[in-house]
């Protein structure tokens, strides 16, 4: 029989993809935590490639991924300049996650839970014109549900959320609803949106939520903004962590 020689065993290695990933994330962390600052050149192709020991093509999908999030711009011979967070794809997985998570301050969520508050006080009072049995009926469920529930936190966060898409999905406005799904989808996995529930915290989302759910049941627009509005805003300021003014 003809001898054969040894096949080497295949050298164990990350995927391509999952190393562009995680470049992709510490370059996402490095602008919105301002290592990278707005307006600064970032360095050359060469000097990536060389410090994060991958291929160019790496550095150049990354480059290309973060102009899709606006958060860089690319110039031939001027270089590759960091945006501004008002260019920035707030609403993109990757880059608001990233800003929730290093939102010392919670300014970021303070601005997160007014446009919630906007949006979803819209979206109640579009529920409330247009309300029918089938809708009463949604949202009872949502609210038994949540009764249920009182003793065990995880299930009834679980259900106040659904009761959220709920309110957004009897609205009938895809616009609104796809960003406010975004932004609470997103905020709901972060400590420090969940901030510190005081006593009887879920009793009192049972009652903003009830007064919601009474002034859709009557057709009352504005009854119905009024109190989903006064919901997220008063629930966020209750549960809000304090933070240092001066780091503010």
């Known amino acids: 029989m003809p001898h054969s020689e040894p096949t080497a065993p295949a050298r164990a290695r990350r995927p391509i993809e999952r190393i562009g990933a995680t470049v992709l994330r510490e370059f996402v962390q490095a602008i919105v935590t301002g290592e990278y600052a707005a307006g600064q050149v ?24 973060l102009q ?25 997985p990757l880059v608001l996650s990233t800003m929730i998570e290093n939102d010392r301050t919670l300014g970021i969520l303070d601005d997160l839970s007014v446009v919630r ?37 995880s299930v009834f966060r679980e259900a106040d959320v659904e009761f959220h898409l709920a309110v957004m999905d009897l609205a009938d406005n895809a616009l609104a609803a796809n960003i406010a ?16 529930d005081p006593t009887r915290a879920f009793e009192l989302t049972l009652a903003e939520h009830q007064a919601v759910v009474d002034a859709i049941d009557a057709g009352d627009r504005e009854g119905a903004r009024a109190a989903m509005r006064e919901h997220i805003l008063g629930s966020w300021q209750r549960r809000r962590l304090p933070t240092d003014k001066r780091s503010q």
């Open 117 to 153: 508050g906007a949006l979803e006080a819209e979206m109640a009072g579009d529920a409330a014109a247009s309300v029918d049995d089938r809708a009463r009926l949604v949202l009872r469920e949502r609210m038994d549900r949540m009764a249920g529930a009182v003793d065990e936190s």
């Open 42 to 65: 970032l360095p050359t192709e060469a000097e990536l490639t060389s410090e994060f020991g991958v291929s160019r093509t790496v550095i150049r999908e990354t480059m290309k991924r």
């Open 181 to 196: 799904r975004a932004l609470i989808l997103h905020a709901v996995h972060s400590d420090r949106y969940l901030g510190q």
């Open 68 to 92: 899709e999030k606006g958060m860089i711009t690319v110039a031939q011979g001027r270089g590759t300049h960091v945006q501004p967070i008002t260019s920035w794809n707030v609403l993109d």
